[in-house]
Each structure stands twice: as C-alpha cells, then as structure tokens.
C-alpha cells in the first residue's frame, strides 16, 4: 500500500512537471497575469515560513520562536553573513526559552 502511494505521487509529481514544459507555448498568458505570477511564489514562501514561525502542533508557538525568527530577519535583512544570522536567531531562541519565555 506504501509503494503504491508512493508511486501514484511520483508519477502526479512527474506529470504536472512535464505538464509546465509541454503547454508553455501553448498557453498565453496575458502581461498582467506574467507581472504578478512571480509574487505569488513570494507570498506562497511567506505564508509557509510565517506558519513554520508562529504555530507548533496547531497552535501558537509561543515567544521565543517568533523572536528568534525576528532577529535572523533584521540581521539577514542588514546582510549579516548567514552563519552569523543562524546561530543569532537560534540563541536568541535558546536563551529565551532558558530564561523561561515560551
């Protein structure tokens, strides 16, 4: 039953793959529709990193998290290298989360 699943993802997965190549020059898109297509990939990382952020097990995920979060977007966005950025959103976290905030 597993390999099935599997399976049966892997050839949808494949198929809406292809699917993209084969109609690309047969579907025409309008100019607006092209303009506002790569924000719709922008917001669609937005809404999965802001629900990764804020909820754990279908719930809020507290203080901490969310901070941490913030303070690797305030240092990623003043172009702090991105080990510098993980480790300060971590023990932002970390330390939080030691000094008893959720």
């Not at 809404?47 to 901490?64: F, H, I, M, R, S």
């Not at 480790?87 to 932002?92: K, R, Y």
């Amino acid at each position: 039953m597993l390999i099935a699943a599997i399976l049966t993802l892997a050839v949808g997965t494949y198929a809406l793959r292809l699917g993209g190549v084969v109609l690309r020059g047969r579907l025409r898109l309008s100019a607006r529709t092209r303009k506002v297509l790569p924000l719709a990939a922008t917001a669609l990382l937005a809404a999965l990193a802001a629900t990764a952020a804020l909820t754990e097990n279908a719930g809020p995920a507290g203080v901490a998290r969310p901070a941490g979060v913030a303070v690797g977007a305030l240092l990623a966005w003043r172009k702090v290298p991105f080990v510098v950025v993980v480790v300060a959103a971590a023990g932002t976290a970390a330390l939080l989360r030691l000094a008893g905030v959720p």
